[in-house]
């Protein structure tokens, strides 16, 4: 069974950073492209950040862009997201997703945008950042 586990999550002031982390486990578990959203109270999840299986395309959120940052280590399995200059707005659980099917371990390139391109989901972090 796939789990994903985040971890980072906090109180933070406006103007600060935080360091999201999602670790995948599950046996032989090797994840395609990998995502971040985030949920605010009475609001859809949005799509955050994404990054391909390779690592080497990303995409971003255009209210996040210049901001945060994601990256991975296929070693360790793990997602990570750097979040700067954080403000009110970005208030919110966030969660991360991996695509788990063969053919996203084939597409080494591809970001994807959409919940519905994702197999797995963390239980979420709450990232609060106050004014």
């Known amino acids: 069974q796939v789990q994903l586990v985040e971890s980072g999550g906090g109180l933070v002031q406006a103007g600060g950073s935080l360091r999201l982390s999602c670790a995948a486990s599950g046996r032989t578990f090797s994840s395609g492209a990998m995502g971040w959203f985030r949920q605010a109270p009475g609001q859809e999840r949005e799509f955050v950040a994404g990054?391909?299986?390779?690592?080497?395309?990303?995409d971003y959120a255009d209210s996040v862009k210049g901001r945060f940052a994601i990256s991975r280590d296929n070693d360790k399995n793990t997602v990570y997201l750097q979040m700067n200059s954080l403000k009110p707005e970005d208030t919110a659980v966030y969660y991360c997703?991996?695509?788990?099917?063969?053919?996203?371990?084939?597409?080494?390139?591809?970001?994807?945008?959409?919940?519905?391109?994702?197999?797995?989901w963390g239980q979420g972090t709450q990232v609060t950042v106050s004014s």
């Open positions: 997703a991996a695509d788990g099917s063969l053919r996203g371990r084939l597409l080494t390139t591809v970001v994807i945008r959409t919940r519905g391109g994702y197999d797995y």
């Open positions: 990054i391909s299986r390779s690592g080497g395309s990303t």
